[in-house]
């Protein structure tokens, strides 16, 4: 059987257990012959700042047409306020379910309790909230961001096993307030706290963007030109990075060591030309299993409350076989 059929059969099996199970009805989505139900998923992405961001903008696109779901699609273009009207207006619109990917950490309570109010049931999606009480939303499914920070360190420490030391690390963090950023920050810390070899002398934020890891790279090489790694958010801000390295002559990959998190196919290019050493991997490919968690809600059956992606580690001394593939791409 092909990898592609088993969601298909699964959203085929679910809807059987719903035409058993769905009785009275009438609202959101139903149309007057209930077997002919179509659910209406209301998704808030964040904006499309980055390579990860338009795989998963994609990918939730994929999912959800293969899945026979109706998206409501909103991009809130980098801004919060712009996430909580879309999420009032899927409310306002009676959709089945809300999932959003949420730009920040905080913030989010008030349009959570009107979501709550008028039953509909939230999927947090990519990144983690922090709220007041723990119900205001049904399932979260997303990466670990403090699990990626720490594979970031401990690639660092065992690199840099046989050098004596001190090792001067140069961080492009991501959007302020983010969970990802805040994961990756800690997580990275975590690791080098015992280990007094390392020092962050510099942490500068870049927003995701490549554009962005150009102008930190820049205020890098002038603040503190003398450092042996970069670790970057996540690949687009490293590749901006790049080009200001070279840009000043100096060899990424060499005479910088760079670690950076998502592993999209431009970092994995950057990884096999030697320019980009150490990728953790951050995946955006959870539309699939999206798709199986709105059924499952709607449908009253049992669901998993969280979800989390696998967090593998690529390295320059990785056979190119066996780097991951993308969608439209293989290495
Ligand atoms: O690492 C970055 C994107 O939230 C995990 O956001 C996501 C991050 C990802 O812009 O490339």
């Known amino acids: 059987m092909s990898k592609a059929s088993i969601p298909i059969l699964l959203f085929i099996s679910l809807s059987l257990v719903l035409s058993a199970c769905a009785g009275g009805g009438g609202s959101g989505g139903y149309s ?3 077997d002919e139900r179509i659910i209406v998923l209301g998704f808030s992405q964040l904006g499309d700042e980055s390579e990860w961001r ?12 293969s899945a026979g779901v109706q998206l409501m699609f909103d991009n809130a273009q980098q801004q919060q306020f712009n996430q909580i009207k879309a999420i009032r207006s899927f409310i306002l619109k009676g959709v089945d379910v809300i999932a ?4 920040v950490e905080e913030g989010w309570d008030n349009v959570l309790e009107e979501a709550r109010a ?23 499914i997303g990466s670990d961001f403090h699990r990626e920070g720490v594979k970031a360190g401990e ?19 991501g959007t302020p307030d983010s969970s990802p950023t805040i ?4 997580g990275l810390r975590e690791v080098l706290a015992d280990n007094e070899k390392f020092e962050i002398v510099i942490s500068v934020s870049g927003d995701f963007m490549r554009s962005k890891g150009r102008e930190c790279m820049e205020q890098i090489l002038l603040e503190t030109p003398d450092i042996d790694i970069l670790f970057a958010h996540n690949d687009d801000m490293a590749l901006g990075a790049i080009e200001i390295m070279e840009e000043h002559g100096i060899i990424p990959g060499q005479d910088i060591v760079i670690v950076s998190v998502d592993a999209q196919p431009s970092g994995i290019e950057a990884l096999i030309q030697g320019k980009i050493n150490c990728l953790i ?47 439209g791409y293989r290495p």
């Open 118 to 140: 008028a039953n509909i049931p939230v999927i947090v999606v990519d990144r983690e909230i922090k709220t007041e009480r723990d119900d205001l939303y049904t399932a979260f």
């Open 281 to 327: 991997e951050c995946s955006p490919y959870v539309g699939d299993d999206l798709m199986a968690l709105v059924f499952k809600i709607v449908y009253g059956l049992p669901f998993p409350e969280n979800t989390f992606t696998e967090t593998r580690v690529f390295t320059d001394q990785d056979d190119i076989s066996t780097l991951p593939t993308r969608p």
């Open 183 to 186: 994961g990756r920050y800690y």
């Open 100 to 103: 959003f990917c949420p730009i």
């Open 54 to 65: 338009t795989a998963s903008t994609n990918d939730i696109k994929r999912a959800a047409a």
């Open 155 to 173: 690639w660092m420490v065992e690199r840099f096993a046989d050098v004596e030391g001190p090792v001067r690390i140069a961080e492009i963090s």
């Open 32 to 34: 007057d012959n209930e």
